[in-house]
Each structure stands twice: as structure tokens, then as C-alpha cells.
């Protein structure tokens, strides 16, 4: 049997020697890069007293970014990221998609981007 390898090249299959084959499936439509960038993150960006904390941006894409943090967030929620790196600031709202404990103190959060 062949299947089809990510470079689009064929390769013999790992089921003939008698390893159990498992497809991937990668749902992400951008390239992740990866990070580490202090950010902080607000629930709301309107409300006056907007009071954020500090997270650990681990990596980053088009679509949306990974941080470590203490708090644990529901996902679907939505919140805003303020990200300062050198030159560059970005500033975006969110969508949590995940979250996962990483420790007894840490989570670890996907987000998507939503339009601004």
C-alpha cells in the first residue's frame, strides 16, 4: 500500500510492517510560527475599567496564537490581546478555542482572530 506524505512524494505505508497507521489531520489553514512574547490580554477592549494580565505567547499564525497563562478561560469566550515586540504592536480580539492544563499553575489557550 502507498500513501501520500505531506511533500505530495508516495512512501510505503508503515502498515506493512505491522505498525498501526493513524491519519493525521491537520484543520489549521496557516503556518504556525513559533514564540516566545510577553502579551496581555483584556476581556473587553471598551470597558473602562479594562483591567488585563500578562501571558506568555508561545506561538503564533494568520489565523490565531497559543499563550501560557494562570487563568483558565471557557472556551468560546471572548477577550482582546495587546502584543508589544520591538516595533511591532498588534492588537486584536479573540476567540478561546481551547484550554488545556499544562501544570498544577499553568493553562496553555488557542485563540482564533476575530474581525475587528
Not at 17 to 34: L, N, T
Not at 90 to 110: A, I, Q, S, Y
Request: glycine fraction near 6%; hydrophobic fraction near 35%; include cysteine.
Amino acid at each position: 500500500m502507498k500513501t501520500k506524505t505531506r511533500s505530495g512524494k508516495r512512501s510505503k505505508s508503515s502498515a506493512r510492517k505491522g505498525k498501526s497507521v493513524r491519519p493525521s489531520i491537520e484543520r489549521r489553514e496557516a503556518v504556525r510560527e513559533k514564540m516566545v512574547v510577553s502579551a496581555t490580554v483584556f476581556p473587553d477592549r471598551l470597558s473602562p475599567d479594562n483591567i488585563g494580565h500578562k501571558v506568555w505567547v508561545t506561538n503564533i499564525s494568520l489565523g490565531g496564537l497559543a499563550f501560557k497563562t494562570r487563568r483558565q478561560y471557557a472556551v468560546g469566550a471572548t477577550c482582546f490581546v495587546r502584543l508589544d515586540a520591538g516595533p511591532i504592536r498588534f492588537e486584536n480580539p479573540l476567540k478561546v478555542m481551547w484550554c488545556r492544563r499544562k501544570d498544577e499553575l499553568t493553562f496553555e489557550v488557542g485563540v482564533e482572530f476575530l474581525p475587528d
